[in-house]
Nanobody
Framework: QVQLVESGGGLVQPGGSLRLSCAASGFTFSMYAMSWYRQAPGKKRELVATITNASGSTNYADSMKGRFTISRDNAKKMVYLQMNSLNPEDTAVYYC?????????WGQGTQVTVSS
C-alpha cells in the first residue's frame, strides 16, 4: 500500500532553515508528481510546492517562491522541501502528498514551528 512518511520538522528561529524529507513506498515513485502541503492552526490546508515525475519541473505557492525548494530523488524514493528564511507565518504541519489513480494520499505530517 502507498505510504508517505515525513520527517525533519522541528522548532526553528525566524530567519532559519529546515529541510523536510518524505519517504515514499508502495507505488512506482518515479511515475508520479509529488507535492508538499501545509496546514496552520485554524486554517485550511494549502499547497506549498509540486514537482513533476519525469522532468522534475516545479511549482510553488507565491508566498514560498524564492524561499522554498522542492526536489526529489527517484532512486531513493524521496522528496524534499528545503525551507529558508522561515518566519512565524510558516508555522504549520507539513504534509507530503501524491495523487495516484484518482486517489490522494497523505503522510502523517511533520510539525514546523518558527518562533524565537
Amino acid at each position: 500500500q502507498v505510504q508517505l512518511v515525513e520527517s525533519g520538522g522541528g522548532l526553528v528561529q525566524p530567519g532559519g532553515s529546515l529541510r523536510l524529507s518524505c519517504a515514499a513506498s508502495g507505488f512506482t515513485f518515479s511515475m508520479y508528481a509529488m507535492s508538499w502541503y501545509r496546514q496552520a492552526p485554524g486554517k485550511k490546508r494549502e499547497l506549498v510546492a509540486t514537482i513533476t515525475n519525469a522532468s522534475g519541473s516545479t511549482n510553488y505557492a507565491d508566498s514560498m517562491k524564492g524561499r522554498f525548494t522542492i526536489s526529489r530523488d527517484n532512486a531513493k524514493k524521496m522528496v524534499y522541501l528545503q525551507m529558508n528564511s522561515l518566519n512565524p507565518e510558516d508555522t504549520a504541519v507539513y504534509y507530503c502528498s501524491t495523487l495516484r489513480l484518482g486517489v490522494t494520499y497523505w503522510g502523517q505530517g511533520t510539525q514546523v514551528t518558527v518562533s524565537s
